[in-house]
């Protein structure tokens, strides 16, 4: 089976965790902070904090923007779980906004509709590894007074105009999962260019603690260790490689595959952390692949919105997300691909009938 997703790694990454072994300072320390410097001059912000997951970096990002109680968020409805329960998180509302049908992102055409008194902040998603369209959010959010945290959590690398995500709204947040474009092994990072919002950040993944012992704000452990800092130093310096490689699976698929290809619009730099596609039969295009020993992913076949979680939304209706999470289906787009799996996998979608 040609899986849908493979971490590559190599004898750096083993040569970093013996070092830290070595030294036997395991937990957060000086590996951390040059993983965050090196992360930030790759994203070009000027303050980097790590730490153990995507999810608690998109907490503290919320917690340090001061997102409270009462507060509302605008989201999107079609991402991963963890962009709409960070804002709970924080005992604030998500309140969902649909998505463009051809890019899968926020619609920004649609968010100003949504605030209200009570909004606070914008949480975009720049899903697959595609940016959103950046500046009409940003020129939402300085008419509104709202923040904006980038959820980059799929988009390493990813750039829109030129700029990498991440440097673009007043945080951004990335994921080191080992699915993702690079990986920690588990691990987060929180982007910006305010040094208060950092200072609070580093605070509260750090039991709010502003210096040893002496806690000022409720905080949590959300600390990075130097064995996934090692990792990480090591999967930075070949993210490039990495994604040139997605990006030219992802334009061979674009050159063969006799459907619509993802659209990407001009300006924008996808780094295909997924490579998704639409089917009419869903059910029976994924038996085809499974047939065939091709692997795949179904990104996301449940929206945020129609979660048992948030049942309070179930008579929301959002017809973009609510179509694409029953036609999504992500192929094989990974670095690891070789040129024979690759035409199998064009062979095999494109024989589906």
């Not at 945290?149 to 945080?171: L, M, R, T, W």
């Amino acid at each position: 089976m040609i899986p849908v997703a493979k971490p590559i790694l190599s004898g750096e990454e083993i040569e970093g965790i013996r070092a830290v072994l070595d030294s036997g300072i395991l937990a957060q320390g000086d590996v951390v902070a040059e993983f965050e410097d090196r992360f930030v001059e790759y994203v070009n912000t000027s303050h980097g904090i790590a730490t153990n997951s995507g999810t608690s970096a998109l907490h503290a990002a919320l917690a340090a923007l001061d997102v409270g109680e009462g507060d509302e968020v605008i989201t999107t409805p079609f991402t991963f779980i963890a962009t709409a329960t960070s804002i709970l998180m924080q005992r604030a509302r998500p309140v969902f906004c649909d998505i463009d049908p051809q890019t899968y992102n926020i619609d920004p055409d649609l968010i100003a509709e949504k605030v209200t008194e009570k909004t606070t902040a914008i949480v975009v998603v720049h899903l697959y590894g595609l940016p959103c369209d950046m500046r009409p959010i940003m020129e939402i959010a300085r008419d509104k007074g709202l923040k904006v945290v980038e959820d980059a959590c799929q988009a390493h690398g990813a750039e829109y105009h030129g700029q990498k995500v991440g440097s673009i709204g007043d945080a951004g947040v990335f994921s080191f999962y080992p699915t993702k474009n690079m990986t920690t092994g588990e691990g987060g990072m929180i982007t910006t260019s305010d040094p208060e919002l950092a200072e609070r950040a580093r605070i509260f993944r750090n039991h709010g603690q502003s210096k040893r012992y002496v806690h000022k704000v409720l905080g949590y452990n959300y600390r990075m260790t130097n064995i996934a800092a090692a990792i990480g130093l090591s999967q930075l310096k070949h993210l490039d490689e990495f994604n040139a490689r997605r990006r030219e699976n992802a334009g061979y698929y674009d050159k063969n595959l006799e459907l619509k290809t993802p659209f990407v619009p001009e300006g924008r730099k996808h780094v295909y952390h997924q490579y998704t596609i639409e089917v009419d039969d869903r059910d029976g295009f994924i038996k085809h692949l499974e047939k065939n020993g091709v692997g795949y992913g179904i990104h996301y076949p449940v929206p945020a919105h129609k979660q048992p979680l948030l049942k309070d939304y179930g008579d929301l209706h959002l017809p973009n997300a609510e179509e694409a999470s029953r036609r999504v289906v992500s192929i094989p787009v990974h670095p690891g691909l070789t040129e024979e799996e690759r035409d199998l996998v064009v062979q095999t979608v494109n024989s589906y009938e």
